[in-house]
């Protein structure tokens, strides 16, 4: 079975009769919602918050009750992928550009659950470019003041053009050689006016699961 597949279906083990559930993004988190559109189907009474509109269109196709973020103070679990994950479970996302409204709905969650292939468990984080979103505004002198932090920030773009955020917000991919204190790197993204949000995770996952080639899914 594909490793993200795994992964994902793992967090059926984690879903309870009426919880509210975060719904990540990206093609781990995929899995994990249609697994989740089965245990509805099945008669599971669940809600899901979607990190994107994506997402959202996924989940109403599967049938999932969807509650919007101005409805819910909490969510039980939340349930997305990572680009990076460490053993201290600090993470890099956002490489599906979903990071704002991922980071807001994990945030919430009395229990954030990390779904990933083997390839994603790093010593250190950093040789995935960090994804920062930053307003449109004056992006480039926002882009150069984030570059000052060590790194070469690279504007997104899709066929050319640059690639805008369900928050219509452009996205810097940051090239770091590696990022040493993850905690500071955070802090001082967010302090730079035009920043929005970045992609690293500190404090924040509670579970990895990690789809393993032979056996089951590894739960750290
Ligand atoms: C989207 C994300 C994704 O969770 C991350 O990019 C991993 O995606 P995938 O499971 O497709 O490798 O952060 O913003």
């Known amino acids: 079975m594909d490793l993200k597949r795994k992964a994902g279906e793992k967090v059926a083990e984690y ?22 559109g089965e245990l509805v189907a099945n008669g599971m009474k669940i809600k899901g918050v979607p990190t994107s509109k994506s997402t959202e269109e996924l989940a109403r196709k599967l049938g999932i009750p969807i509650l919007e973020m101005s409805e819910v103070t909490q969510i039980d679990i939340a349930i ?5 994950a460490t ?15 991922e980071k807001m709905i994990a945030s919430i969650a009395k229990q954030f659950i990390v779904v990933i292939d083997p390839s994603k468990f790093v010593k250190r984080l950093g040789q995935f470019p960090l994804p920062v979103e930053i ?3 004056g992006w480039e002198l926002t882009s150069s003041q984030v570059s000052s932090l060590g790194c070469k920030p690279v504007l997104r773009q899709e066929d050319q053009v640059p690639f805008i955020t369900d928050n219509e917000n452009y996205i810097v991919d940051c090239y770091f050689d590696s990022i040493m204190d993850p ?18 995770f500190v404090d924040m996952a509670d579970v990895i699961i990690i789809g ?4 089951p899914a590894e739960v750290l």
């Open 15 to 36: 879903v309870e009769d009426g919880m509210i559930v975060g719904l990540g993004t990206g093609s781990t988190a995929y899995w994990a919602t249609m697994k989740l």
């Open 87 to 101: 053993a201290d479970f600090s993470l890099i996302k956002g490489g599906g550009g979903a990071l704002l409204r």
């Open 135 to 137: 307003v449109k505004f």
């Open 183 to 200: 905690t500071s790197m955070r802090t001082a993204l967010n302090s730079i006016p035009g920043v929005v949000e970045n992609g690293l």
């Open 212 to 215: 393993r080639e032979n056996g």
């Open 80 to 84: 997305d992928g990572a680009d990076e």
